[in-house]
């Protein structure tokens, strides 16, 4: 994927893979850092983004700073600050606001960092990377109990009903990866930790299977119902249905080009 929101300045992209996607120039670079902050704050600051800078954008200084930055041991949001300094992409007022937003994510706790980063890798499709998060989120939250001085029994159901949730979006990963096994094992580990109707919810989804109210199982039947209409509404629906009105021949010509763009798509989940 590539963004062009100018003329092309590089010769060759900067590829930010996080969010697989190509970088055209200054102007692209700070759309992706105001758009995606905290992915960029842990992949982007890196010497290969510094050499890109000097040697594709001719930014000479900017990558100077930034390298003597990074020999300072300056933090990432410091850095991502300093490019967006450096770019005409946002007015003033936006850049001092969106400079205090990266400032405000050094107080945030390891686990905080990992769940925020999960959530936005699992919206920008990135499922793998989105996974690896969310488990270490779980491991962190286990570290910051084990920790703490204060674990009393409403401590404990805090900590379990969190982790319960945690299972809940890993499982929601799997799903979109379309491993429904891995998703139900997640979903039943989260109702041993701590019983919700969330996981409940999404285990029906899977299998039909759950101790819900009726009133409840019908407004998930009908979701269900409204989210297999709108599919049939989607190019992706129209063009599978297109094939079966051709030729053998041409059908499974078109078969094979459409199954080969799912498996490229799902290897960069």
Same mark, same amino acid.
């Not at 992915?39 to 594709?56: A, H, K, V």
């Given at each position: ?8 300045? /590089?010769? #060759?992209? +900067? ?19 105001? $758009? ?17 800078? $000097? ?9 100077? #700073? ?45 686990? !905080? ?16 990377? /989105? ?5 270490? /989120? *779980? ?17 404990? @159901? ?5 982790? =319960? ?7 929601? *990963? @799997? ?18 930790? +701590?019983?919700? !109707? ?27 119902? @409204?989210? @297999?209409? $709108?599919?049939?509404?989607?190019? =992706?629906? #129209? ?15 078109? =078969? ?10 799902? #290897?960069?989940?």
């Amino acid at each position: 994927m590539a963004l062009l929101l100018c003329r092309q300045t /590089a010769s #060759r992209p +900067f590829y930010l893979s996080k969010l697989n996607i190509n970088i055209w120039s200054e102007q692209e670079l700070c759309y992706c850092i105001y $758009n995606n902050p905290l992915l960029c704050m842990q992949s982007l600051p890196d010497e290969g983004l510094f050499s890109w800078i $000097n040697e594709e954008l001719k930014m000479k200084k900017l990558s100077d #700073r930034l390298m003597m930055m990074t020999r300072a041991g300056e933090g990432a949001d410091a850095m991502l600050s300093e490019i967006i300094q450096e770019c005409n992409y946002l007015d003033t007022q936006e850049k001092a606001a969106f400079i205090k937003k990266l400032s405000e994510f050094k107080d945030l706790s390891g686990y !905080d960092m990992s769940y925020m980063e999960g959530r936005a890798l699992f919206d920008s499709g990135n499922y793998n990377a /989105a996974f690896e998060c969310f488990s270490d /989120a *779980v491991r962190q939250l286990e570290a910051d109990y084990r920790r703490s001085s204060k674990n009393d029994d409403a401590k404990l @159901k805090d900590h379990n009903e969190i982790k =319960a949730d945690l299972y809940c979006d890993m499982a929601a *990963v @799997k799903m979109q990866m379309f491993d429904e096994k891995s998703a139900e094992r997640l979903l039943e580990l989260s109702k041993e930790t +701590f019983y919700n !109707d969330r996981a409940v919810r999404m285990r029906y989804l899977i299998d039909k299977k759950g101790d819900l109210p009726e009133e409840e199982l019908n407004k998930l039947d009908e979701l269900v119902m @409204k989210a @297999k209409e $709108n599919a049939r509404e989607t190019k =992706a629906y #129209r063009d599978v249905e297109a094939i079966f009105e051709l030729d053998t021949d041409s059908m499974l010509k078109e =078969a094979g080009k459409i199954a080969a763009a799912w498996k490229k798509s799902f #290897r960069k989940m």
